[in-house]
């Protein structure tokens, strides 16, 4: 039976790449297209696929699978022609959901903060094992440069994404609900109980085989019903990390399971949330019958996906990171890291990312930034909303000098922002690009302009 064929509108995303990856590697035909070339088009076209640059209804095969995402819209010349032909039109979920139920040992990493974290060491811990494991995550992973492979059907390892309620498709053996915050509120109109209910969708599918491991220290997670929880946590839990030191080159602490001791973990990441986001995996993993003598030493060698507090490099003997935090939740954990480097001066610069998150957490992100050195605030980037009234950077630094008098905003590009910051980095200066949209230029523009 001839295979089916699959065709990828805006291939070139993170997501979207990985899928195309892994079908590829189980011998699909693959084509796509996007607006950019970009790095990840040429692996998939290394694997064979087909990409054109543009979107054009002659891009799209006669007979085969269009994937989409919540992204692309019905005027897209691609969605048309895909619409008059009769072809099946999937979501990306969908495709991930097919790929999850080829496997023996599904396990999925959800919630708000946190998931490409867990999902990526947990497939980097377990290929370091040599376990085989099959993976779709939403970074790149350390060491083995890669967000998506295939190997075998005995391990799948995902992260899932909530945020455009899809999270309810899946059926995973072993689900981590990291935690769940009001995010996402363009979907979510009533909050965190929007996605609380939506998590409990996904929940009344399982059955009691199917194991949902909860970080017991989340207070929305434990709004949560539907589901005879395993917990993990730093305070009170089944899987409890105790002994808890924080370094600036990482973490080490004990791990105890129902109140005895299983095991040590050393890890090269920063914070006490990537304690927790360690300790996940781990009780994902213990749970999924693997054994933790295999695994454990990796845990040391992780350093991190990209753009999660990603080292950049050193400019006027500044030290350079970049990190997709765009949650006050989230920008508050990695500015907490940074904590740990008690004698350096740190500038967080910030691109809000969205109107509608913006407006709806407007006093939580003002509070994000509190006790921080300096603060610069870039222009917004949009994620194709339309501007809503009142909400501007330039509003946002009038109610942020209340709180951090040494903060400013500076329009323009990221080379232009760039330009106005290089001058004044000097020795101790720790600055760090938060946001999910263009900043991860910031520091690669910084680097431009000392000759690196």
Not at 326 to 332: F, N
Request: hydrophobic share 35%; aromatic share 8%; net charge negative.
């Amino acid at each position: 039976m001839e295979k089916e064929k699959y065709h990828f509108i805006a291939i070139g995303g993170i997501g979207m790449s990985g899928l195309a990856k892994y079908l590829l590697q189980e011998g699909y035909e693959v084509s796509g297209s996007d607006i950019n070339d970009s790095k990840y088009i040429d692996e998939i076209r290394n694997l064979g696929a087909k990409v054109y640059i543009g979107h054009d209804e002659s891009n799209v095969p006669e007979n085969c699978i269009v994937v989409a995402s919540s992204a692309i819209k019905d005027s897209n010349p691609e969605i048309q022609k895909a619409k008059r032909l009769g072809l099946p039109i999937l979501h990306r979920s969908d495709i991930l959901k097919t790929l999850s139920e080829r496997s023996k040992c599904f396990i999925g990493y959800a919630g708000t903060h946190g998931k490409t974290t867990t999902s990526g060491l947990s497939a980097y811990v377990m290929e370091k094992a040599n376990l085989e494991p099959s993976y779709v995550v939403g970074g790149i992973i350390p060491e083995i440069h890669t967000n998506a492979n295939y190997k075998s059907d005995k391990y799948f390892i995902a992260e899932l994404d909530e945020s455009d309620g899809t999270v309810v498709k899946y059926n995973p053996k072993i689900l981590v609900i990291n935690n769940l915050e009001a995010d996402h509120l363009d979907y979510y109109k009533n909050g965190l109980d929007s996605l609380v209910e939506t998590f409990e969708q996904l929940l009344a599918k399982l059955n009691d085989n199917q194991k949902v491991l909860i970080n017991n220290d989340s207070e929305g997670n434990l709004k949560l019903k539907g589901h005879n929880f395993i917990t993990f946590g730093l305070n009170e839990a089944d899987y409890l990390a105790k002994n808890i030191e924080l370094t600036p080159t990482g973490s080490s602490f004990d791990i105890y399971y129902k109140g005895e001791f299983l095991t040590s973990l050393k890890i090269k990441l920063l914070g006490k949330h990537n304690v927790s986001n360690a300790l996940g995996v781990f009780a994902s993993l213990h749970q999924a019958g693997i054994d933790i003598e295999k695994v454990v030493k990796h845990f040391a060698t992780f350093t991190g996906m990209g753009r999660r507090f990603q080292l950049i490099g050193e400019v006027n003997d500044a030290v350079i990171y970049d990190d997709y935090a765009h949650h006050p939740t989230e920008i508050k954990a990695t500015l907490s890291a940074l904590t740990e480097f008690p004698d350096k001066n740190v500038i967080a610069v910030f691109q809000p990312h969205r109107y509608t998150r913006l407006k709806s957490l407007w006093n939580d992100f003002i509070n994000a930034f509190e006790n921080v050195p300096r603060v610069i605030v870039t222009d917004i980037y949009s994620a194709s909303e339309d501007p809503l009234e009142g909400i501007s950077s330039e509003n946002f630094i009038k109610d942020l000098k209340k709180h951090c008098q040494n903060s400013e905003y500076i329009s323009g590009s990221m080379q232009e922002i760039a330009e106005k910051i290089y001058p004044q980095l000097k020795k101790n200066d720790i600055l760090v690009g938060l946001g999910a949209g263009t900043i991860t230029e910031l520091g690669k523009e910084l680097l431009k302009l000392a000759g690196k």
